[in-house]
Structures are given as C-alpha cells and as structure tokens.
C-alpha cells in the first residue's frame, strides 16, 4: 500500500524533480516506510511506500533491467504467487519478492491482456520507454484512488488530491455540479470531481497517455458483463465457500501481522470466521462503541465474537467530545467532499491499529454483493410511488439529503443553477447502463456498485485507514465474489425481510450460535448529539464568515438552520454539509498543504479567529 504521482510532459522530466517532491511529501502519510523519485525523458514518477509484501526488496520506482520500463504502484496483486509462476516459466527474471513487480513482467510478457490476469486492489503508473507511453489503470471495484489532470504542458497523476494541488498553476477552483451533488447525496460520484479539472480514473479503467498528451481510455472490466445464473441453494451455497475460502487465501498474503476491525454485525463476523479457518491465530481485532449518548453500539456483540475465535480484542468506547475534535483530520484525510458520518470512528480505529498493525481487514461490500441494504427490497408501494414521483430508477435513490426548503434559502445561485445538471445523474447513468435482462434487484445493486461503493463507501476504507498508515482488505470485493453475487438469483439473495439470505446460509455453521438472528444494523454514529449547546451556535456564527460559504451560499440564512436545529426541526445533515465544506475549504482552497491533527477543534478550522 503506497501512493503514487507523477507527471508526462512535454519537457525533460528532470528539470520538475522538485515538483514530484512536493507530490511526495503530500503522500507521506500513505507510505511512512520509504519513497523514490524517477525521471526518464518526459515522464516522472514518485512513490512513497508502505512496505506489506517483500519489506526488503519492493523500493519503487521500479525499472525493468533493460531500463524500458518503470512502475509505481499502490495496493496488492494478490494472486502474484500464481502469476509468477507463469511468468518464470515463460522465461522471465524476477528480481524482488514484491508482488508490484509482477506488474511490471505481466505487462512486459502479455501486452494489453495483462490487467485481466490481475486479482487484486491497485493503482499503478507504468511508464513504457519504448511505445513513448505512460499507462494508468485502476482496480476493477475502485478500492485503490487514482486521480489526474491535464495542465498546460503536462498531464499529472496521484493517489490523491491534495498531490496534484501544488501543480495547479492558479487557485483551486471549486465544481458546482460535483459540490451540489456531495450536498444532495454525501459524495459526488463518476470521472468529474469537486475541484475542476481533476478527474478520477475510474474503476476498471486503463488510461494510455503518449507522449503527444493524447488520452486513449478502455474500460478493462465492466459489472455490467455480469449474467444472471440460474441455480439452486445448495450449489450456491457450495460456489460461495469455494470462492471465500480462494479469496482468503490470497488476501492473507502478507510479511507483515494483520487485524480485524470488527463491527460486530455480519461481514466482519464472516470474515472473522475466515480467518480462524485459514490459520491466523490470536490476532489483533477492534471495536467501536459511544459513551454519553443514547445510541446502542455493537461493543459487546463484537466482543463475543472476537472472544469465540480466540482473538486479542481491543473495544474502544469514544465520547463525543473526542467524536466532535476528529472531524477537522476526517475531512483532510477523506481528500474529496464526503459526508459519511462513520468517518469519525473509522479514523480512530485506524490511529488505535496503527501502533501495531499496518494490515487490517475489514467487511466493506458485503452488502452491496448480497444485497443487505433494505433499499434493496422495498415493499411495491414505496418502489411504486417513489418511482412515479421520480421516475428512471425503479424508485431507488430518488431524493437528494438536503431538504428542499433549505436547499432553496441556503444555496447560493450557482449552486441552484447546477441543478440543471441533475442531482441524480450519476444513479440515473448507472441504471439505465443495466441489461434488460437483470432484475429490479441486481440494478439497485449495480447502481451503488458504479457510484456509492467507490465514491463514498470505500473513500471512507481507504482514506481514514491511510490517513495513518493502515491497508485496508476487502476480500467481500474480490471481483470474484462480486461477479457471484450479483449474477445470483434475487431468491438466493432476499428471502422475506431478510438480505444477503446465502451469505447467512452459507455463514451459518462457522459462527458462534443465534450471532445471524440478530437484526441488521448499519455503522451508526450519533452526529445528530453533536450539534447541540452553545458549540451549536458558535459554529453558525463561524460559518456565516467562512469565505467558501460566504462565496457558495447564503450565509444570512445560517441563522435560521441554527435555529431550526436548536428546536429539533432537522437541519442536522445540512449543518454537516456547510461545516465539512468550510472546512475542506481552508485545507483545499485558501490554505493547501495545511494539516490538522486528529484531535482539533474543528470550529478553528472552520473560520479561525483573528
């Protein structure tokens, strides 16, 4: 797990070196362990490392013996045993235990066909000398980030944002399309982010860049090519054991000690199962929980199971003050505008992992793949009347999270004028891409497969865990498994009022006892206990003079949202917006480069004062 940037120009590379520096040492904190800079005519590639997979011997830049070809990589191979394998027999020379190099030699020995032979989560550059291209490709469910864009001169490329901010010939400039969408729906979603001009590789996609700054995109890997099978319970409970046992088996692959982190519901449960049955021993695991609020927590639930497989588990009960002073670190890390509110105890679960594990696993996807949302099976009156209110998607993600009547007083004007782009867009894109022949279901899980899992849920994975060192795995999203899932019937999925009905199933003898009869519940945080008392009201008046806000909205409106949430007639999510906004304001806007600690208050991000 590293990050990666780099830039092709127009120029001799080696006269930028000091720009792939600054790219770096904005990357830090994604790879503490080592970094290497690499420059070869007009292309330059930076990593800084976090060293999982052959410590010794994995320096990146990485460059070919013959010198034609360079990599940086983020993420893992994860079946590299098995490729090497081949590559050695087909007269190859692996020089390192890195499973990154495999990259490298599948490219050199298969061409264009070598991102299909790879089984894993990754982000890489790879400079060929001599085709005079640079190519850049994402794993196929987006678990790894990879941003770009195009400059006068030069194309530029990084793991992450704020990398690419010191190259910005000007001041960052905000997209009001992509700003209204994270207003409305907590992320925005697709190639166009909140800054213009910087766009996302996206999942599946390779992106060929020659040396004439020319863009050839491909999208490698597509859910969409997924079929519906038709089969019985007990062959797909059967396939499902066989593609989790081949799943674990390859993302347990590591040089350095893992962990869990362990919500106590049924994903991280499976995978707790998982890894006792292949052999992990006591390993580390984590949970967390609230003091000083009324919210029920899964502390005790997670607990149990840590205790039935023989974990050292370790609960971590927040209270809300430290709750509240992690948000300034959260939107820093999250580098894109992304309201989950499960931030905040992801990024102190990574901070307690990271004094003494740089892997931990974790049950993102799991949902998405077995439909365990409710959104997945809504009763036929809701689907119907939401769908004749909001036609295009079956009734599923219909309305934007802001109420109308404050996003009409509190928007500024180019904010409303973007509607005209449609606050639904990206979900609208995603369902009318669907087969006809798939089902009401499998499009609902398809829509947030193309948008939610990557912009929003795995953003959260990646980014808070990274933000301290820590590489998250997700085998729930070994493409494999994804693949099963959604061809699965909806029978094998849903059955009555319960998701992910094979995943149970199947799941059922490795558990501890009734653990599945316990109903669903998400990753709850108490955000609405934040807003509260006189914080509540210096936070308004520290909004009304936040430049981004000031400029975006009409900040002599914020009074009246502090009023309505003071006498409990919502506003919260609208608050959460303007405060995350302002503050990702001061870190990607007027002050870049700027870091909070992960324990601020974040009001002095928001306006500091004089």
């Known amino acids: 797990m590293c990050g990666i940037a780099g830039f092709i120009s127009r120029t001799d590379a080696a006269s930028r070196t000091s720009d792939l520096r600054r790219m770096a040492d904005a990357l830090a904190h994604r790879g503490p362990d080592d970094s290497g800079l690499h420059c070869a005519g007009p292309v330059g ?5 976090l060293s999982i997979i052959g410590l010794a011997t994995g320096h990146q830049p990485m460059v070919s013996e013959d010198g034609t070809l360079a ?19 087909r007269g190859r020379r692996l020089q390192t235990d890195s499973d990154s190099e495999t990259i490298l030699h599948a490219y050199a020995e298969l061409g264009s066909a070598f991102l299909d032979e790879l089984r894993g989560m990754y982000a890489f550059a790879l400079h060929d000398v001599a085709q005079r291209r640079v190519i850049l490709a994402r794993d196929r469910l987006g678990i790894k980030p990879l941003f770009y864009i195009e400059l006068p001169g030069r194309i530029a490329f990084a793991s992450e944002i704020k990398a690419l901010l010191p190259l910005l010939p000007g001041t960052a400039r905000v997209d009001p399309v992509a700003l209204r969408l994270f207003l409305q729906h907590q992320f925005a979603s697709g190639e166009h982010t909140v800054l213009q001009g910087i766009r996302r590789v996206m999942p599946g996609e390779v992106l060929t860049i020659d040396y004439d700054l020319r863009i050839e995109r491909r999208r490698y890997w597509s859910a969409l090519d997924v079929a519906p099978r038709d089969v019985d319970a007990a062959t797909a409970v059967e396939r499902l054991g066989e ?13 350095v000690p893992f962990g869990l982190f362990l919500s106590g519901g049924v994903d991280s449960a499976v995978l707790a199962a998982m890894l006792h049955r292949h052999g992990a021993g006591r390993i580390r695991s984590y949970s967390v929980g609230y003091r000083g609020t009324a ?3 899964e502390l005790d639930e997670a607990g149990r199971v840590a205790a039935h497989f023989g974990f050292a588990h370790t609960p971590i009960a927040i209270d809300l003050p430290r709750l509240v002073r992690r948000i300034p670190h959260t939107v820093w890390a999250a580098d894109e505008l ?29 949902d998405e793949v077995f439909a365990g949302y409710r959104r997945y099976r809504p009763s036929l009156a809701e689907r119907w009347l939401k769908g004749l209110l909001r036609p295009g998607t079956g009734g599923f993600r219909t309305r934007g999270q802001w109420q109308g009547k404050w996003a ?16 639904r867009e990206p979900f609208l894109r995603a369902w009318r891409a669907t087969p006809a022949r798939w089902s009401d279901v499998q499009r609902r899980q398809y829509t947030d497969i193309a948008t939610a899992l990557p912009d929003n849920l795995l953003v959260k994975t990646d980014r808070m865990l990274m933000g301290f060192g820590v590489e998250g795995r997700v085998p729930f999203l070994d493409h494999r498994v994804v693949e099963f899932g959604l061809s699965l019937p909806d029978d094998l999925k849903i059955r009555g009022r319960q998701g992910k009905w ?57 009074p009246e949202l502090i009023a309505a949430r003071r006498a409990g007639r919502g506003g919260s999510r609208e608050l959460w917006g303007l405060m995350q906004f302002a503050i990702w304001h001061q870190l990607f806007i007027e002050r870049p480069g700027t870091k909070p600690t992960p324990d601020e208050d974040p009001l002095d991000w928001v306006t500091p004062e004089a």
Not at 243 to 255: I, K, T, V, W
Not at 356 to 364: A, C, N, R, T
Request: with cysteine; charged share 30%; net charge positive.
């Open 71 to 89: 990599l940086v990589a983020n993420g893992e191979v994860y079946n590299y045993v098995e490729l090497n394998d081949v590559l050695r027999k």
């Open 243 to 255: 593609l989790m046992d081949g799943a674990m088996r390859e993302h347990m692959r590591s040089d």
């Open 338 to 366: 992304m309201r989950d509110y499960a931030c905040l105890p992801t990024s102190i679960l990574a901070e307690e992992a990271c004094r003494e594990l740089k892997v931990v696993f974790s049950g993102e996807g799991g």
């Open 45 to 49: 590639l930076a990593q800084t490392r």
């Open 502 to 558: 094979v995943l149970k199933r199947w799941a059922a003898p490795l558990l501890p006892a009734g653990h599945l009869d316990r109903p669903k519940r998400g990753f709850h945080v108490p955000a609405g206990d934040l807003l509260r008392g006189a914080w509540l009201d210096e936070l308004g008046r520290r909004l009304g003079a936040n430049r981004g806000v000031r400029e975006w909205f009409q900040a002599e409106r914020i």
């Open 408 to 423: 009409r007083r509190l928007m500024g004007p180019a904010l409303r004028a973007a509607r005209t782009a449609g606050d």
């Open 295 to 297: 919210m029920t927590d």
